[in-house]
């Protein structure tokens, strides 16, 4: 427990508890596994372009 306490000292700020850490933490990374989905859509080609959802 005292490594892991020791881990979140590194990314936390002054003052800052641990809940609200582990919040924007949670909250990055939910922001960076939709940035690896999108970039697989991309990748994939598997979107519909918005001139083509015009058309519908």
Do not use: F, V, W
Not at 7 to 16: D, V
Not at 37 to 50: A, T
């Amino acid at each position: 427990m005292k490594e892991t306490q020791n881990a979140l000292k590194m990314p936390g700020m002054k003052g800052e508890s641990y809940d609200a850490l582990l919040r924007r933490l949670i909250e990055a990374a939910k922001c960076q596994m939709l940035h690896r989905e999108l970039d697989e859509i991309q990748r994939k080609g598997d979107y519909m372009k918005i001139d083509d959802i015009d058309a519908l």
